[in-house]
């Protein structure tokens, strides 16, 4: 009954007030990295893309923007690696470009402790049982990221966020929230092997691999 009433009622309450006073009270703060984004990227400061949140609904998320819009010649995006800039690299190292979410947080897109939203493409390549990751509001921390953030591959990120859902508690969002702090402060597992971001996923077939946009 503990479990049941946090996770659907006192889970959303603590969230949003906690997103508010941390919105608040680092306000200065981003306000600053919105100055700094403007003068060394350029606009537009934030980066929005859809993504999949609770019970498969579709939503917006905010992200400090990070990387260039540099095209190729056939006006295609350029890799990740050529557009992810020397700033924008900074604020993925200290996880300064997800502070925006605290918004999605406070209007009931996200969690502070969840699995983390993925791309709205992904929809139809889920399996019955890795949609289940969708029975909570996605988080800006979850368990898969203090196990392993990017480091780990997606089949190991699936099965930490289903086990996630079925042991969500006050305490361990308490702990997981707690344990992330000193992830963020020796940015541990920001990206991928060989990739700057977490290689995009082709559905359940391990073989096939594109980088993410953001």
């Known amino acids: ?22 919105l608040i009270a680092f306000s200065p703060f981003l306000l600053f990295v919105m100055l700094l984004i403007k003068c060394k990227i350029g606009s537009p400061i934030f980066f929005r893309q859809d993504r999949l949140g609770y019970n498969g609904e579709v939503f917006k998320i905010w992200k400090f923007r990070s990387m260039t819009n540099c095209r190729d010649e056939k006006g295609e995006l350029r890799p990740d690696e050529y557009r992810l800039t020397r700033f924008g690299k900074f ?3 200290w996880s300064i470009d997800e502070l925006p979410q605290l918004w999605n947080v406070v209007v009931g897109d996200m969690s502070l402790i969840g699995p983390r939203p993925f791309i709205a493409e992904y929809a ?12 909570v509001r996605p988080g800006i921390s979850g368990w898969a990221q203090i196990t392993g953030r990017n480091s780990i591959n997606w089949n190991q990120k699936f099965i930490l966020d289903v086990w996630y859902v079925d042991h969500c508690s006050l305490l361990l969002d308490l702990k997981i929230l707690f344990s992330t702090i000193p992830l963020v402060l020796l940015r541990a597992g920001i990206t991928a092997e060989n990739h700057v971001t977490m290689p995009k996923w082709k559905g359940n ?3 096939k691999r594109e980088s993410l946009s953001e």
């Open 124 to 135: 139809s390549r889920y399996t019955a049982e890795q949609m289940r990751r969708h029975e």
């Open 91 to 93: 604020l993925r190292d």
């Open 1 to 22: 009954m503990y479990k049941l009433n946090y996770k659907n009622l006192w889970k959303r309450v603590f969230d949003f007030f906690v997103a508010l006073i941390i």
């Open 205 to 207: 077939d391990p073989v």
